[in-house]
């Protein structure tokens, strides 16, 4: 059994997740619409990550015996001035699930909850690679500048991303 304080933070942590893959699968749409189909399965790929992260809240839950309480997910943009700027987003949306990811484990402590800081362990692994991932993206975009065929040559290795379920 959690506290109550606990559950309501794991439900909202649930529409964050919901709101990351709701934002990536906008992007994917934007990337395909530019021609940029490796860009755009990069994308559809950690929209299905973020699924699986909204259900391994989900599972946590209902294993548990606690309520999943599911909320409106808010409309993510639908187009950025350029690929570097998507990233930039990325990056930038990362570090705020970072920082909600890290406001859960300080509220585990708070409460001694064992289980639940045990299962967020995962998730602060999961965050470390994947701001690691978006600055990759975004030093070879500067790297690019604007090249054509530098952009090119990323999206085919963009198109490479496989997903893996991750729950
Ligand atoms: Fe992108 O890691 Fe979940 O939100």
């Not at 998507?86 to 930038?92: N, P, Q, S, V």
């Amino acid at each position: 059994m959690l506290k109550k304080e606990m559950v309501d933070a794991l439900n909202k942590q649930i529409n964050e997740e919901l709101y990351s893959a709701y934002l990536y699968l906008s992007m994917a749409a934007w990337f395909d619409s530019i021609g940029l189909n490796g860009f755009s399965n990069w994308m559809m790929v950690q929209y299905k990550e973020e699924t699986d992260h909204a259900m391994k809240f989900f599972n946590y839950l209902s294993q548990q015996g606690e309520p999943v309480k599911l909320m409106a997910i808010k409309e993510p943009p639908n187009s950025w001035e350029s690929p570097l700027h998507a990233f930039e987003e990325t990056l930038k949306h990362e570090q705020h699930i970072t920082a909600c990811i890290n406001e859960l484990v300080d509220l585990a402590e708070k409460l001694k909850d064992r289980a639940t800081y045990n299962m967020l362990q995962w998730f602060i692994d999961e965050q470390v690679e994947e701001e690691a991932n978006d600055r990759e993206i975004i030093d070879i975009l500067k790297l690019i500048d604007g090249s054509k065929n530098g952009l090119f040559m990323l999206d085919r290795e963009l198109a490479q991303r496989q997903y893996t379920p991750e729950i």
